[in-house]
């Protein structure tokens, strides 16, 4: 972490728009990993080696995932100084939403009171925030929207394996939106992103609707994960795509304030520090610790808490990095926001459960 | 088994301080990676991520699997085959 006026004082080559404002929704079941060794034959200590995971939290069933979204995205724009009349998009990037159609981000869209925004769902797994913000900033610089909302939410408890010793314990859930708007500096680099369809297996749904149409006795489709194949992956892979975005933004790894990669697993953000030679100074997200893997939402929960406890600094550089289901791949240097923010807190108490609730969980 | 101190292990010793800080003193032919160095499934994956990389040698899993002592994977970076 560096001085606020050093952090702003750092450069980047990238577009004249930038985070306005962050905000977050954690639910309000935590879950320990203790509650996760009920159901199969681990122990805190093995979860803690492999995943550096102590805990996550999980959402309550009236915690839908409109309802998380749209929490979200209001602190987002109250923390922006945004009004939701001023969203010109609404991008909402999901694996969770169980419903093939319409899109969430329709329904938050009008949940939040947004006036007849552009509105559609991003598929792009874990690297789905990086993707968007993608997106986000180039709406803004083409002038297709002044703001746009980017929201990344997941209900990864839904889909989760409760009984796989490999995963049970990974997945939590959450959400997580920034406002990305015009700006008079450079403050969202080029995205580095990528897919390799040949990889398409390594984290699965592992069954398809038509499958549970077809054959009933089908379990309940849930992430299907080689875990030691995604972090081969990783471990090949990433450290390039990160290299790429600090080339692509102009950037040298000393002018970075903090390294957020997306939470997928600490062993694979130790092997990325470690071959990246990242200088002391800047601070690394580990905030799977707390939040598990969040997916998409891993990177705005890190980024919030980074910013409330002061081991980010507004206004520094930040290095994004993301990978998922695909797998696709996504990484670009962003200048961090500079609206103060208050850590990320789970919800004391859920929503009371409606029929409206049911229906659109 | 040779005695010998060859490139290859001198190069491993380095791989497995840096990966799991296992000290070089320890580190033998007949070390098994997970019973004696103590090493876990990522950390296996990370040495030979690390041999792909000095040596030049893609390691499958299915390979990697089967080279359970340091020995074992000193003569298949050497030979290229697994040993009996």
Request: with cysteine; net charge negative.
């Amino acid at each position: 972490m560096s001085a606020p006026s050093a952090a702003a004082a750092a450069t980047l080559r990238g577009a004249a728009t930038s985070l306005w404002g962050l905000g977050t929704y954690l639910p309000s079941r935590p879950v320990t990993n203790a509650m996760i060794c009920e159901r199969i034959d681990s122990s805190d200590e093995w979860i803690r080696s492999r995943s550096g995971i102590r805990l996550r939290h999980w959402a309550d069933p009236s915690e839908t995932v409109e309802f998380m979204a749209a929490t979200a995205a209001e602190r987002a724009l109250e923390n922006a100084g945004i009004t939701a009349d001023q969203v010109g998009c609404v991008i909402v990037s999901t694996v969770s939403h169980l419903h093939q159609f319409p899109s969430l981000a329709a329904g938050v869209a009008h949940r939040i009171g947004a006036a007849a925004p552009g509105a559609f769902d991003i598929s792009a797994g874990c690297a789905g925030f990086c993707y968007g913000l993608a997106l986000a900033s180039d709406m803004v610089a083409a002038g297709s929207a002044a703001y746009v909302l980017l929201i990344a939410v997941e209900r990864l408890s839904e889909l989760t394996d409760t009984g796989d010793k490999g995963t049970a314990f990974l997945f939590g859930d959450g959400a997580g939106a920034v406002v990305v708007g015009p700006s008079g500096q450079a403050g969202i680099g080029p995205v580095v992103w990528g897919s390799d369809g040949s990889q398409k297996d390594t984290i699965r749904q592992s069954a398809s609707w038509s499958a549970l149409r077809d054959a009933p006795e089908t379990p309940w489709p849930r992430i299907t994960m080689n875990g030691r194949e995604v972090f081969k992956w990783a471990a090949y892979h990433l450290g390039p795509v990160a290299e790429r975005a600090l080339e692509r933004a102009g950037v040298s790894a000393d002018a970075l304030d903090s390294f957020i990669p997306h939470q997928a697993n600490a062993r694979i953000t130790d092997q990325l520090v470690s071959e990246l030679k990242l200088p002391d100074h800047v601070s690394v997200a580990r905030s799977i610790e707390t939040h598990g893997n969040t997916s998409a939402v891993s990177i705005p929960l890190a980024m919030q808490e980074m910013l409330a406890t002061g081991a980010a600094t507004p206004g520094g550089l930040a290095l994004l990095l993301s990978f998922g289901t695909g797998l696709v791949w996504a990484g670009q240097v962003i200048r961090l926001p500079t609206a103060p923010v208050t850590a990320p807190v789970p919800a004391a108490t859920p929503p009371v459960l409606t029929d409206d609730t049911r229906s659109v969980r | 088994m040779s005695t010998v101190q060859s490139d290859t292990l001198q190069v491993l010793k380095e791989i497995l301080d840096e990966v799991a800080e296992v000290p070089a003193d320890q580190v033998t032919l007949e070390s098994s990676f997970v019973d004696d160095l103590e090493l876990d499934s990522l950390s296996i994956v990370s040495v030979f991520v690390l041999v792909q990389r000095r040596f030049g040698v893609e390691v499958p899993n299915e390979v990697f699997d089967r080279l359970s002592t340091v020995g074992r994977a000193v003569a298949y970076l050497e030979h290229g085959a697994i040993p009996e």
